[in-house]
């Protein structure tokens, strides 16, 4: 019945002119229908009235071009043995073009895809989500290790979690064909784990079972790896071109239960990423550690959360957080020396103590060794963007949006990387998808820099706004605005008369730079500090992820000309790094021992 659909939708797209003429040339009477210019009676419709037929007839041509194109949009079509994500990452480049993920094009589904939804836990208390939780996430780190196979990332793939959608519906939104589900009871000494694949086009259930075991790390283990090649197997036997390859079994992780119980615990707990999530995975860690102290994958995400907590909070010092950290990773790789998660932490690690010539091998041994798991991605391009290197870094942070576009977080920094090489639209597009995920960060301050840029002074406004009223500044906001607005001439008086204004509502000037230097609460963003003047907020030792946010357009040119910005690069470290292994986009060398950034 297609044809028909498309047949009335064309009649009706083709009937609306002619209403709009009828509209116009004729008007309802007391006497029936007459041409507008013999009408004499009373009217039902004013000559206004015509105009509003006439604009909703035009409306409705618009609604009923949208329904035309709706029904004839090409359909999905299924291909087996490509991998959309791969081929599209391997691909990736910074030129202008927008994300694909944000102007939404008709995406080809891989016949040979899988989604590992979060099991439902069945549990009496219903108390074990986290564990169910782990169960899902380990079975797709095993499938991810399946030739052939695409998977869809663990953020994308538990945001329908609680919700109600079908699984055909969920497989559309996902770009995925087929969709695995099941639940988790753990009871006493016993657990049942419950799993079935179906095939999301005609949500037919191409395999199922049910396993009821001792409660152990061994026997969990043995499940998960049971149903990775049970999965394998089923898709082989409809997808027999797709070359499916289970390469290698998943040891258990620790044989310690309790530990393996807090480490689950710590790797799905809820939340928004701040000071106390970070606080409370490092307390789990901890306990993990200490009661297994061979558990090596507890040891590299302890290692991970000392070195980022002094950038979520200034009162932990950077150096003494990197040597707890240094020696956390490094008990990790004596226990698992081959662990390319583990080397990607200890990049980081290494970038946070300004060491960047150790942290690159590390960090390009993680994308080598886990090529799919976008956090590989992500701290390679981060590291990238700090250094300044905003091109290089552009393919692996798009990459990380690409493996994981529910996460906020790679939208806000590949933003910040697309502001930073000067593409303004891209920057613009990826920065207001991680508003939308709800990741705010410094995304407000870059948005509202780059609206102020293009002249949409309502957009600027609002943005800067929004960010005062979360640093509890909402009461300096307009005058944050007019400081970056005037003109040039008046920018002297203006800033003045911000500092007064602030005095006068309660507002200490020493105190608010004091803060602003240490990336605390109470501060004015250290871009708004540079453009009133005091660029000596720069010239502190920051945590290494401040550096990512340099490069952008809210520091801008001016801020990195400032003597303030050459200290805060000569206490990073990062002037002799250029000068070994090549200048940043934004800077040059000036003689034998200064520098110049745009």
């Known amino acids: 019945m297609d044809w028909f659909d498309g047949m009335v939708v064309a009649a009706l797209i083709i009937g609306f002119p002619v209403a709009i003429l009828l509209a116009w040339a004729y008007e309802l009477t007391a006497e029936g229908v007459k041409r507008t210019e013999a009408a004499t009676g009373e009217t039902t419709y004013t000559s206004s009235s015509r105009l509003e037929v006439a604009i909703v007839a035009g409306l409705a041509i618009v609604i009923g071009m949208g329904v035309w194109q709706q029904i004839t949009k090409p359909e999905t079509v299924h291909i087996a043995g490509e991998n959309p994500a791969a081929s599209e990452a391997s691909n990736a480049t910074g030129s202008n073009a927008a994300p694909a993920l944000l102007v939404a094009p008709v995406r080809l589904v891989n016949a040979a895809s899988i989604a590992v939804l979060p099991f439902a836990d069945l549990s009496p208390d219903k108390d074990q989500e986290y564990f169910s939780d782990g169960i899902s996430e380990e079975i797709l780190n095993v499938l991810v290790g399946v030739d052939g196979l695409s998977v869809a990332s663990r953020t994308s793939a538990f945001r329908f979690k609680g919700e109600s959608k079908s699984i055909p519906t969920i497989a559309s939104e996902l770009k995925v064909a087929h969709v695995l589900e099941g639940?988790?009871?753990?009871?006493?000494?016993?657990?049942?784990?419950?799993?079935?694949?179906?095939?999301?086009?005609?949500?037919?259930?191409?395999?199922?079972?049910?396993?009821?075991?001792?409660?152990?790390?061994?026997?969990?283990?043995?499940?998960?790896?049971?149903?990775?090649?049970?999965?394998?197997?089923?898709?082989?036997?409809?997808?027999?071109?797709?070359?499916?390859?289970?390469?290698?079994?998943?040891?258990?992780?620790?044989?310690?239960?309790?530990?393996?119980?807090?480490?689950?615990?710590?790797?799905?707990?809820?939340?928004?990423?701040?000071?106390?999530?970070?606080?409370?995975?490092?307390?789990?860690?901890?306990?993990?550690?200490?009661?297994?102290?061979?558990?090596?994958?507890?040891?590299?995400?302890?290692?991970?959360?000392?070195?980022?907590?002094?950038?979520?909070?200034?009162?932990?010092?950077?150096?003494?957080?990197?040597?707890?950290?240094?020696?956390?990773?490094?008990?990790?790789?004596?226990?698992?020396?081959?662990?390319?998660?583990?080397?990607?932490?200890?990049?980081?690690?290494?970038?946070?103590?300004?060491?960047?010539?150790?942290?690159?091998?590390?960090?390009?041994?993680?994308?080598?060794?886990?090529?799919?798991?976008?956090?590989?991605?992500?701290?390679?391009?981060?590291?990238?963007?700090?250094?300044?290197?905003?091109?290089?870094?552009?393919?692996?942070?798009?990459?990380?949006?690409?493996?994981?576009?529910?996460?906020?977080?790679?939208?806000?920094?590949?933003?910040?990387?697309?502001?930073?090489?000067?593409?303004?639209?891209?920057?613009?597009?990826?920065?207001?998808?991680?508003?939308?995920?709800?990741?705010?960060?410094?995304?407000?301050?870059?948005?509202?820099?780059?609206?102020?840029?293009?002249?949409?002074?309502?957009?600027?406004?609002?943005?800067?706004?929004?960010?005062?009223?979360?640093?509890?500044?909402a009461d300096l906001a307009e005058y944050v605005i007019q400081v970056r607005l005037s003109p040039e001439e008046d920018r002297v008086q203006v800033i003045e008369r911000f500092w007064q204004v602030a005095e006068e509502l309660g507002y200490d000037q020493s105190e608010i730079l004091q803060r602003t230097a240490v990336w605390g609460e109470g501060g004015i963003a250290f871009a708004d500090a540079v453009a009133f003047g005091h660029d000596e907020v720069l010239a502190v030792k920051w945590p290494s992820a401040a550096l990512a946010f340099i490069w952008g357009t809210a520091l801008g040119s001016d801020g990195r000309k400032t003597d303030g910005f050459k200290e805060m690069m000569r206490i990073a470290k990062l002037p002799a790094y250029w000068r070994e292994n090549g200048w940043p986009d934004k800077c040059r060398p000036a003689g034998d021992n200064d520098f110049v950034c745009d």
């Open 183 to 473: 639940s988790v009871r753990k009871a006493g000494e016993t657990i049942r784990i419950t799993a079935q694949l179906i095939r999301a086009e005609d949500d037919v259930h191409l395999w199922s079972d049910t396993y009821d075991r001792e409660l152990t790390v061994a026997s969990i283990f043995e499940i998960q790896d049971d149903i990775a090649e049970q999965i394998v197997a089923s898709l082989s036997e409809t997808l027999v071109d797709a070359g499916l390859t289970l390469n290698s079994r998943v040891a258990p992780l620790i044989d310690n239960f309790d530990a393996y119980e807090l480490y689950q615990q710590a790797t799905n707990l809820g939340g928004d990423l701040n000071k106390g999530f970070i606080l409370k995975q490092i307390d789990l860690l901890e306990q993990a550690t200490a009661i297994a102290p061979g558990f090596a994958e507890a040891w590299s995400r302890l290692a991970l959360y000392y070195s980022v907590l002094p950038g979520w909070s200034p009162e932990y010092d950077i150096d003494e957080m990197q040597v707890k950290a240094m020696l956390a990773v490094e008990k990790s790789l004596a226990l698992k020396p081959d662990s390319a998660y583990a080397m990607s932490v200890r990049g980081r690690i290494h970038a946070s103590s300004k060491n960047w010539a150790a942290a690159m091998p590390d960090l390009q041994r993680g994308v080598e060794g886990l090529p799919y798991e976008q956090e590989m991605h992500f701290n390679l391009g981060l590291v990238l963007l700090m250094q300044g290197y905003a091109k290089d870094s552009l393919a692996h942070l798009k990459i990380a949006t690409e493996l994981d576009p529910a996460n906020g977080f790679n939208f806000m920094f590949y933003g910040m990387a697309l502001a930073a090489d000067g593409q303004l639209d891209a920057a613009l597009q990826n920065l207001a998808q991680s508003y939308v995920l709800d990741y705010r960060g410094s995304v407000e301050l870059e948005l509202a820099t780059i609206h102020r840029l293009r002249g949409d002074r309502d957009a600027y406004r609002y943005a800067v706004a929004n960010m005062m009223e979360r640093a509890n500044y």
